[in-house]
């Protein structure tokens, strides 16, 4: 008896509507302050602070996780596309 086929599907990410994801791209590279194409924990505490949405460190890190796919430490503008419906 032969092994069965393997089937595998692909899933594309959600996209977000062209002028909303320019908008994001322009911000994500206001918030890139050293310009190195990711938004790292400093980064993110300063725009958050900037806004008046900064709700301490715990909040923080859990922002962080929540659209680091890559479990590197900082959002790239690849990832942050990803995820659409994140909270805020
Ligand atoms: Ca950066």
Redesign the pocket.
């Known amino acids: 008896m032969s092994a069965p086929p393997v089937v595998r599907r692909y899933v594309l990410p959600p996209r977000l509507p062209a002028d909303e994801e320019n908008r994001l791209r322009k911000l994500f590279h206001e918030v890139?302050?050293?310009g190195?194409g990711?938004?790292?924990e400093h980064?993110l505490r300063l725009i958050l602070r900037d806004i008046g949405r900064y709700r301490g460190e715990r909040a923080l890190a859990a922002t962080l996780r929540s659209a680091d796919r890559k479990g590197h430490g900082m959002v790239e503008l690849r990832e942050l596309l990803q995820v659409p419906n994140a909270r805020r």
Do not use: G, Q, R, V
């Open positions: 890139d302050t050293d190195d990711a938004i790292d980064e």
